[in-house]
């Protein structure tokens, strides 16, 4: 059984996850909501309220996967990419559990473990496949050829998907994280009412770009005045959530055309949104494309894909892992 544990945001997870990473056991998730006031993720609240937690959270996976850490035989861990403090809180007590029982360790890139949510949501998924991570510190495109063998095709070169979410709805005077609030607000809306840009939609690249589009709701907001702003609130969110995912669908598309890839892989946190799980389902029907989409618990920061990507990563054998340390990068 693998202990899984992931600390790189403001989520104190922990799971356990079956030896060949297509079952979680059990996978707990604690949601800080310290950060709701800053309108983002304050760090060094992150890290306390992480070492507050996770003892706690690690015993809840425990019970609920219905083992003792007697039954643990690798402890996982996120090393890379995230807050470095928070990173650290987790790599520590992946190293002490695993060195009080003399067990391997095996460090994951959360990118990796983004990807490795799908074999979780469909255990007979296999390499290769394209995949899109959108989050709110992430978006970028890949190809998978096996297992742990990523290569880049594309990136943001600016804002991540959840990132310009969450500025569009801080600009709408919505709640943080600004992704759900968005799609709420949406719900009544026009998606057409207002044209706003999709970032590098006519370059033959498979970029992303966000920030003309936030700096296009701001001039629409302050020709619209306050009170203009409220009355067009659902159509504003709805047109800005279409633009975001029109960027995201049209250049995953594009990397699918390209590399020929009969399989799509949609993960992290954006991957939740229902939009855009909507309109990939159709697009992906049309063209007689397989897409793999995880639930949304497992599209948000997870321990389970952590476990599920550890079960495809090398571990590092009982004591060689002390000098192990946490990369924000």
Do not use: W
């Not at 950060?35 to 959270?57: I, K, N, T």
């Not at 402890?75 to 928070?86: E, F, K």
């Not at 079960?311 to 000098?323: C, E, G, M, Q, V």
């Amino acid at each position: 059984m693998i202990l899984a544990i992931e600390t790189s945001c403001d989520d104190t997870c922990a799971a356990v996850v079956e030896p060949d990473g297509r079952r979680a056991r059990s996978n707990v998730v604690h949601t800080q909501t310290e950060h709701a006031r800053y309108g983002g993720v304050v760090p060094e609240v992150a890290s306390r309220a992480h070492l507050e937690r996770l003892d706690g959270v690690i015993s809840a996976s425990l019970i609920e996967a219905n083992i003792t850490v007697d039954d643990v035989t690798h402890v996982a861990v996120t090393v890379r990419p995230g807050l470095i403090g928070a990173l650290l809180v987790g790599v520590a007590a992946a190293k002490g559990l695993a060195y009080a029982r003399s067990l391997p360790l095996v460090p994951v890139n959360h990118l990796e473990g983004h990807v490795a949510s799908a074999y979780l949501a469909d255990p007979s998924l296999e390499p290769p496949f394209v995949a899109l991570i959108a989050s709110g510190g992430h978006t970028a495109l890949y190809s998978v050829e096996a297992a742990g063998q990523m290569y880049l095709l594309g990136e943001t070169l600016d804002d991540a998907a959840g990132e310009a979410l969450d500025k569009g709805a801080r600009m709408l005077g919505l709640g943080f994280p600004g992704g759900p609030e968005i799609s709420k607000a949406a719900k009544s809306g026009d998606p057409t009412r207002y044209d706003f840009p999709v970032g590098l939609k006519n370059r033959d690249n498979l970029d992303f770009s966000f920030s003309g589009l936030k700096t296009s709701l701001l001039y629409k907001l302050r020709s619209l005045g306050e009170e203009g702003a409220r009355e067009e609130l659902p159509h504003l969110a709805a047109s800005y959530e279409a633009a975001v995912v029109a960027a995201l669908s049209r250049k995953f598309l594009r990397a699918a055309d390209i590399h020929e890839s009969p399989t799509l892989v949609v993960a992290g946190g954006v991957a939740a949104n229902g939009l855009l799980r909507r309109r990939l389902g159709e697009e992906c029907e049309k063209l007689g494309l397989r897409l793999v989409v995880p639930s949304p618990e497992l599209c948000t920061d997870n321990a389970a894909m952590i476990g599920a990507s550890a079960a495809r990563s090398p571990s590092i054998p009982f004591p060689d892992y002390l000098s192990l340390n946490a990369r924000s990068v």
